[in-house]
């Protein structure tokens, strides 16, 4: 079997975690104890936007929406929102619209939409029109406008490393580009955007978008960070629920402020305990490759032990001397190959998803074993720089979440986070410390960007129950956080999927689809306890 070229293989990892979107203690306070943010009000005070409706990708329509910035300016600067639809395919039983989120923070709904349409249930498809769109600062809609193009960001990023820091020297440029980073936006960025991008005003703009396809309540399906834009409008709007699928989810206390000064000192990956999800599918991936052998999984020794220690083998050699794959050759680092450019993206779908070659655990097995088994390569040029369009994602982000403070005014010495680094491998392992240097991006984010944050109460009284949907073996959102989602909405449902993976949208179960459509047709929810099974396993 040739060997496919290793760009190719990392960014199909990468490709696969959005599609699979469509790409991280001390005893618990009370949920309702958290900081209580303004009910929203009784009925939208910015004027509902006209959607213009025009064919544009095959069998769906697009249109503009036009929203206020600052809803507590309504008259005054706006945003556009990029909206896209496919009309129910059964118009005579027509229920309403279902709008579909897929997380990211920053994934665009315009893209991920048509990429997932054909997974959903028929039913589904028959009953609703499907309406996604791009949140404000994502895709298509307006952006924050902190480079002038994207060579000038891609030269701010260009010394980092393409995984993250490893070292003093690499941990002290990574948070002093990143300071630079969060001076450049607020420099750059003058229509006051930046105090905009919260989640709690992506779901504003969800209430009007709602209202402007005529519906008196909501049907939504939101998967991974959609899941978050789906409990802070139940809890900002809720008497307009009318269904909701939150599909592998944060705990939102933990995620937004923690549920105790000990987990606020921490940064939220590790509060959600996101780093401990990918160390403990990473570890069953790795037991079940050594128990299918190497004929199913290409990178498994003799045993589960002989295993597991080929890949500790493999990432200290990788710490060491990079390896060169693929044409043109491309250097794999240690940094590059524990995290997100391979190992943590291509554990999110245990099975292969359907056209999207190189997904799959067994996928990973086998450039695992491509890793092992490349010529140790001294004087390749390291991987550099950062993702590109990163404002699209830190403004969600950062604004979302309360992040530990650096240790002093200077970045370059901080020490809060490196320690937060160590932490996380001494609980987590080499796929850690990846974690903590995405939330130490917002360390030096500008602090107007907190000023629509939504903290809670997470439990008001909805109009509808919700389900909350999880795979006991989740590597990004652990079990454990849908479950406290579950059980702090006022009106929560658990269905869960005993199987790997992130999302059962991008790892499929008819049971759980099953269950899935029914509710958000009829309204009739699972059995409390419901357990299903995947469709497939990985090997």
């Not at 699928?245 to 990956?269: C, E, I, K």
């Not at 069953?284 to 490759?289: I, K, N, P, R, W």
């Not at 370059?412 to 991006?441: E, I, K």
Request: charged letters at 15%; one cysteine or more.
């Amino acid at each position: 079997m040739p060997r496919p070229r290793l760009t190719s293989a990392l960014r199909t990892g990468a490709a696969a975690a959005a599609g699979l979107l469509l790409a991280g203690l001390a005893p618990a306070a009370s949920a309702a104890a958290a900081p209580a943010a303004p009910a929203a009000p009784a009925a939208p005070a910015a004027p509902v936007p006209r959607l213009d409706w025009r064919s544009c990708v095959p069998d769906f329509d697009c249109a503009r929406a036009t929203v206020p910035m600052d809803y507590r300016d309504p008259a005054g600067r706006t945003v556009e929102l990029a909206v896209i639809r496919h009309p129910a395919t059964d118009p005579a039983h027509r229920i309403g619209s279902l709008f579909f989120n897929p997380g990211g923070p920053a994934v665009p709904g315009t893209q991920a939409l048509p990429a997932v349409y054909g997974m959903l249930p028929a039913q589904v498809r028959e009953r609703f029109d499907l309406v996604g769109f791009d949140p404000r600062g994502v895709g298509d809609s307006t952006l924050p406008q902190c480079f002038p193009d994207a060579a000038a960001e891609q030269g701010l990023l260009a010394g980092l490393p393409a995984g993250y820091p490893v070292g003093a020297a690499q941990e002290s440029a990574w948070a002093t580009t990143y300071a630079r980073f969060g001076r450049q936006c607020a420099d750059n960025e003058r229509t006051g955007l930046l105090a905009h991008l919260s989640t709690a005003d992506t779901a504003r703009d969800l209430d009007l978008l709602r209202a402007a396809v005529g519906d008196r309540r909501l049907s939504y399906l939101g998967t991974s960070y959609g899941s978050y834009l789906g409990a802070t409008y139940a809890n900002l709007f809720p008497t307009r629920v009318r269904a909701m699928v939150l599909d592998s989810a944060p705990d939102p206390v933990a995620w937004s402020t923690g549920r105790s000064p000990q987990q606020r000192a921490l940064p939220p990956f590790l509060r959600t305990g996101s780093d401990l999800a990918g160390a403990r599918t990473l570890d069953a991936f790795l037991d079940q490759c050594a128990d299918a052998g190497p004929t199913a999984c290409a990178f498994a020794a003799a045993d589960r032990d002989a295993t597991r220690a080929k890949f500790a083998e493999l990432l200290d050699r990788l710490g060491r001397t990079p390896v060169t794959l693929g044409t043109p050759p491309a250097a794999v680092t240690f940094d590059q190959a524990s995290t997100a450019s391979t190992v943590l993206p291509m554990l999110y779908a245990a099975t292969p998803v359907p056209n999207a070659p190189g997904t799959g655990w067994p996928a990973l097995g086998g450039l695992l074993q491509q890793l092992w088994t490349a010529a140790p390569d001294a004087s390749a040029p390291l991987p550099t720089g950062g993702q590109l369009k990163q404002a699209q994602t830190l403004g969600a982000l950062c604004a979302d979440t309360v992040n530990p403070p650096a240790s002093g005014a200077d970045p370059a010495a901080d020490t809060t986070y490196p320690a937060l680094s160590a932490l996380a491998r001494a609980r987590a392992g080499a796929t850690g410390p990846y974690l903590v240097w995405q939330n130490q991006r917002c360390a030096a984010w500008p602090a107007e960007a907190a000023r629509d944050r939504y903290t809670g109460p997470w439990n008001r009284p909805t109009s509808a129950p919700i389900l909350v949907v999880a795979l006991t073996g989740d590597p990004a959102w652990p079990y454990e956080g849908s479950r406290a989602l579950a059980d702090t909405l006022a009106r929560g449902r658990l269905l869960t999927v005993h199987g790997y993976g992130h999302t059962a949208l991008g790892n499929p179960s008819a049971c759980a689809w099953d269950r899935e459509q029914r509710y958000l047709v009829s309204g009739e929810l699972p059995p409390p306890g419901t357990v299903c099974e995947p469709d497939h396993q990985a090997f």
